[in-house]
């Protein structure tokens, strides 16, 4: 006969958690949790006594479980809600901010880092516009860290404003009187990186009939903007490695360095830890240019950021905030923007110049821009065509990378439009490829 011996009772470790205060009386303070229930509310009966006339005397009940928290809104006056949405009961997702009133909180790890940025009181930073609690963070440690001269790494997806964010910092920085100088390594043919970035001397190649000083030495005094590094060719990674390290450059075909005086801000909208994993990015370089990081939230993470960039836009179009109606502007709203703000100010400006039956479809099933079914015949020439023009690049693309798995050199050969030029159209629609070997 076989025995049977019960499995002996597992007992998985709990989770520890604590309450950080985000905002109000009590930010920056951080409460541990165990697994019981709570009831926060300014009663000073409650467990949790918050010091903010906005909350309730008993606002909501914290129901800390072994492997959940569960939160249950008490009949505030003012309602709780998490991540802006208002809620009577649910699950609270660790990291998510529930607001109370004027008080904001996240229920995080215990051995989370307490670091609570403070909120900027500024909702602009150079070109940048935002008043979300995201685009606040961003803007204290741009401010931060724009006072210093240390080289630094903004990471965003495509259209999130990294090239403003760039430009910004070197305006308000000791340098902001010296020159930008942007390099973006996506629309620059391989071969002539190296010569763009670092100059050459007379004859170094067929068609160098003139010594010239590349993007760094260029920008002695000032900054240089390295747009898409991640797209910078391997090879010449340890070169850009030197002058990170050293400040010093040599012209290709010369035998000598310079020194140049430049701040190096970078940009990408690669996750460029995993080109290190795949050997596409040298770690020594992303561990020298990652050193100050500045990651740049998608729009759909920000929404409450919508209006505000919206009347930013009018006002640059020098219209009135009236230009778009209401109705407008709640579709604005709601659209996760997947070109992020480069595609709101693109729509933006075509309801502007066009009237709202300009407004694409934007359901959050739709494609965004897509092209109308014909030619609006109502429209200057001009615009009629550009916008067939436009519909018909993007739904092009789709189709080709589709066919050709992303791979842009394939798609280039396969549409005969050269890689440099399949590059820039990407970027232009917020669309995406790779160069992997196929
Ligand atoms: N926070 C913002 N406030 C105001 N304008 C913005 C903001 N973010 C982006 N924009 C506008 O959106 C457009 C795209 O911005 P930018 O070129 O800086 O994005 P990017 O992240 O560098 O894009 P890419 O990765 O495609 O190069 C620009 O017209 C810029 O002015």
Redesign the pocket.
Known sequence: MFSTTPDPEIHLPTLRRKIVFLSGAHAGRSISLQVKSYRLGSDPACDIVLNDRTVSRQHLALDVREDRVLARDLGSRNGSFCERMRFTELEVRLGAIVRLGATELKIVPEDARDHVIPLSSDT?FG????GSRK?REVFTLLERLAAGDADVL?Q????????????GIHTVSSRGKGSFSIV?L?GIAPSLVESELFGHVRGAFTGAQAERAGAFERADGGTVFL??VGDLPLELQPRLLRVLERRQVKRVGANDYRTVNVRVVA???RDLEAAVKEGRFREDLFHRLAVLRVT?PP?RERPE?IP??VD??LERMNRPPSALSEQTRALLEQYPWP????E??NVVQRVVNLGEQALPEMSPMATPLAAPAGPDLELPFKEAKERIVEGFERDYLKNLLERCKGNISRAARESGIARIYVRKLL?KH?LHGHEKPE
């Open positions: 602009r070109g940048l516009v935002g685009m903004i965003g997806e495509t259209g999130t404003g990294k090239e403003l964010c760039a430009e973006d996506a747009d898409e940009a990408t909208h740049l729009l950021d505000l960039l930013a836009m070109g992020n703000v480069r709101l100010r970027k917020g």
